[in-house]
């Protein structure tokens, strides 16, 4: 199983949009230690073209690139791996495509069981959530903070998810979330590679910090 990034950022695309490369160009420049290309729309043609262009503006930066729910997709472009969700198929399957060190994440909501269960099955890292509301899934049902410290014992990576921002983040890093994921707080501003700073920033260490 590869090496995670450092903590940080994971920053997961909005699409489909025109300036999907640009953007995501300026969230690596922002701090992501991972991308996941995230479109569930149904034309492939221009989700291959995507993920391959992803794929290199990754490469570039030496940042892993994941897709959301096609490991087919994943498999096709040579990314890190997959992110799986409730209804998408399972880790065995994933990793069986993509080989014994893809990255495979696995969407666990609010459940630990679940979780055991997916790093039983090989999953590479865990995400919970929502903890607050998300514009991207409006409907999710909220998880508390205190899952990331109940979730500690797993040993994977465990990922925050869900209407994260700058101003509520900190709480989930201090409950121990190795990485938050942020849609709408990285990709929904005019200034993509700012927002991107401003979520990276809450794993810096005070005495890194510039003064202000």
Same mark, same amino acid.
């Not at 992803?54 to 897709?67: A, F, H, N, S, T």
């Not at 903070?145 to 990576?157: E, F, H, I, K």
């Not at 990709?187 to 005070?206: S, W």
């Given at each position: 199983?590869?090496?995670? =990034?450092?903590?940080?950022?994971?920053? $997961?695309?909005?699409? #489909?949009?025109?300036?999907?490369? @640009?953007?995501?160009?300026?969230? &690596?420049?922002?701090?992501?230690?991972?991308?996941?290309?995230?479109?569930?729309? %149904?034309?492939?043609?221009?989700?291959?073209?995507?993920?391959?262009?992803? !794929?290199?503006?990754?490469?570039?930066?030496?940042? =892993?690139?994941?897709?959301?729910?096609?490991?087919?997709?994943?498999?096709?472009?040579?990314?890190?791996?997959? @992110?799986?969700?409730?209804?998408? /198929?399972?880790? %065995?399957?994933?990793?069986?495509?993509?080989?014994?060190?893809?990255?495979?994440?696995?969407?666990?909501?609010?459940? &630990? /069981?679940?979780?055991?269960?997916?790093?039983? %099955?090989?999953?590479?890292?865990?995400?919970?959530?929502?903890?607050?509301?998300? #514009?991207? &899934? #409006?409907?999710? !049902?909220?998880?508390?903070?205190?899952?990331?410290?109940?979730?500690?014992?797993?040993?994977? =990576?465990?990922?925050? $998810?869900?209407? $994260?921002?700058? /101003?509520?983040?900190?709480?989930?890093?201090?409950?121990? %979330?190795?990485?938050?994921?942020? $849609?709408?707080?990285?990709?929904?501003?005019?200034?993509?590679?700012?927002?991107?700073?401003?979520?990276?920033?809450?794993?810096? #260490? =005070?005495?890194?910090?510039?003064?202000?």
């Amino acid at each position: 199983m590869p090496d995670f =990034p450092s903590r940080g950022l994971y920053a $997961i695309t909005d699409g #489909p949009r025109p300036d999907l490369l @640009h953007v995501a160009q300026q969230a &690596l420049a922002g701090g992501a230690r991972l991308l996941q290309y995230r479109d569930l729309s %149904a034309d492939q043609p221009r989700r291959l073209a995507e993920a391959q262009a992803l !794929k290199r503006v990754c490469d570039e930066r030496g940042v =892993p690139l994941l897709v959301n729910g096609d490991a087919a997709l994943a498999q096709a472009v040579g990314a890190a791996g997959v @992110h799986l969700g409730e209804t998408t /198929e399972d880790v %065995a399957s994933a990793r069986e495509r993509l080989g014994p060190r893809a990255l495979v994440g696995v969407s666990c909501f609010g459940s &630990l /069981e679940r979780a055991r269960a997916m790093v039983a %099955a090989g999953a590479s890292y865990v995400s919970f959530g929502a903890f607050f509301p998300s #514009p991207t &899934l #409006p409907h999710a !049902k909220l998880v508390l903070p205190d899952v990331m410290r109940q979730s500690a014992a797993l040993g994977v =990576p465990r990922v925050a $998810i869900g209407g $994260i921002t700058p /101003e509520n983040g900190a709480i989930l890093v201090d409950a121990g %979330a190795d990485y938050l994921a942020a $849609i709408s707080a990285v990709f929904g501003h005019a200034d993509v590679r700012a927002a991107a700073q401003r979520m990276a920033g809450l794993y810096r #260490p =005070p005495s890194s910090e510039s003064p202000r």
